[in-house]
């Protein structure tokens, strides 16, 4: 008589269920065929996870009057608010820049990525 081949549900083709360190989510990619995603994100802590590289979170307290405006030039350009606050901030650096050099923007305390 020949022997059959008993597997138990946890350790169905090769996958052991008590000692398997993948995350159901990779596992679930996995049996679609698709690419397992970077842990890049997952591995950024505090202000900047989630963030795209290069980039972090920082909270301003701003006047309503002003976050307004900034909402209004968003509408009626057609862009995210948070693009145009980039573009603002980038001129408004620029502008510092010009008028009392690129110092200014070189202090210690302003290198957030060190």
């Not at 307004?68 to 980038?90: F, N, P, Q, S, Y």
């Amino acid at each position: 008589m020949a022997k059959e081949n008993n597997k138990s549900v946890l350790s169905i083709d090769g996958f052991d269920g008590l000692n398997d360190s993948k995350s159901s989510e990779q596992m679930q990619a996995e049996s679609l065929g698709i690419a397992p995603k970077d842990d890049d994100a997952r591995k950024s802590k505090g202000a900047a996870a989630g963030c795209k590289p290069g980039t972090t979170r920082k909270t301003f307290v701003l006047p309503l009057e002003l976050i307004d405006k900034i909402g209004a030039i968003a509408a009626h350009t057609r862009r995210k608010e948070v693009a145009v606050v980039i573009d603002l901030l980038e001129r408004g650096v620029a502008s510092c820049e010009q008028q009392y050099g690129k110092d200014i923007t070189s202090l210690p305390m302003f290198n957030m990525g060190d």
